[in-house]
C-alpha cells in the first residue's frame, strides 16, 4: 500500500541514481534510500558498472542494524530488485536476509532475467512490496539502459549547435585547420562536455576533423573521456596534427573495408560497408553502448535521414551569422517528447524519441 512519504523519499533515490550517469552503461542507474521512522539512515547507488548495486551500497553502511530493527524499515529503490546472479549477487536476496520490511521501488527491471522475479521472491519471503512509484521519472533517467535491452544499436544522441537564423558555420566551406567557430556560449560548453561525459562513444566526419580538428574529450566537467570516432572512408585525413590522438582516450578511425594504413595513436576500423546501421551494429559489439553525435551537417544529416537516432539537442545561440553552413532543419516528429529551455543566454532544444 503507498505511504504519505513514498514519492518524497523516491524522489531523493533518483537523485542520488543520477550521480551514475556517466559510469554505469550499459547497468542502470540505481539510487536507494533506507528510511526508518520517517529519517533516512543509508543511502547509497550504483556507481560504477560491474561493481556494488545500489542496495548492496545503501546496507553496507549500516552493517550494525539487526533484523529486528530493519523489519520495521523501507528500502526505496529506483529500479525492481535484481533476483539473478550477474556480476554481483541478487539484491533481493540481501534486503531479505538483511530482514527490510518493506521495499518500494519505481520500474520493473525490463531485463527478461529480472522482469518481476525480483518482485516475487521479496513478497514470497513475506515483505511489502510496492511497485511503480515515480515510474515515468524512473523510466526517463534509465532511457539509454531501457533502450540496449530491445536493440543491437548504441542509444545514438545527435548534437549540434547553431546561430540564432539558423547556421552552423559562417563559411560554407572552411579551409583545413582554421578551428572551431564558437557560436555559443560558455554555459552550454559545459553542459555539452557532461553530454560526452555521459556517452561511451562521440562521433564525428571527416571534415570536421580537417577544419575544426577537436580534441573530443572532457575538460569543463569531471568524467571519463569518451572513445574519439571519426568516419573517413576512404583514410585520406591526415592524421599527423590530430588534437584527439593521445594518451588521454581511444581514438578510432571508421572506413571502408579494404582500406588499410597505419595511424599511430588511433585504431583503423574497416566497418562502413551499406548504411550506417552497420557500422553501428559493430560499434555496439566493442563496447559503444551510447553514441554521440558532433557533427557535421552532412554527418547529422545521414543519421537524421537514416531514422538513427534517439535523442537530439540543438543549441541556439543569440548572433545571427547571416549565412554560412546551414544547420538541418528540425522538422515535425510524430512521436516523443520536445523540452524547450535555456542554457545560460543560449536556447536549448531537446527532442527525446517515443
Known sequence: MLQKDDTKWMQRALELAEKGSSSTLPNPMVG?????????????YHEKYGEGHAEVNALATIPELSREVLSRATAYVTL????????TPPCANLLIDRGVGRVVYALEDPNPLVSGS??????????????GVLEDEARLMN??????????????VLKWAQSLDGYMDPERSAAHGRGGVAITAVDTLRHVHQLRAENSGILIGRKTAEVDNPSLNVREVKGLNPVRIVIDPELRLDDSKLKMIGNDGETWIICKPGFKRH????EVKPWLEGDLQVMLQKLRKNGIHSLLVEGGAYTHLKFLEQGLYNEIYVFKGVDELGGGLKAPLITQYKSGKVYETSVGADALWHYIRG
Not at 536507494?32 to 547509497?44: F, H, P, Q, R, T
Open 32 to 44: 536507494c534510500v533506507i528510511v526508518l521512522d520517517s529519517k533516512a539512515i543509508a543511502e547509497g
Open 80 to 87: 525492481e530488485p535484481c533476483s539473478h546472479h550477474g556480476k
Open 118 to 131: 525480483g518482485h516475487s521472491l521479496l513478497k514470497g519471503a513475506g515483505l511489502e512490496v510496492v511497485g
Open 143 to 156: 532511457r539509454k539502459f531501457l533502450h540496449l535491452q530491445k536493440s543491437d544499436l548504441p542509444y545514438i
Open 263 to 266: 595511424i599511430s595513436g588511433a
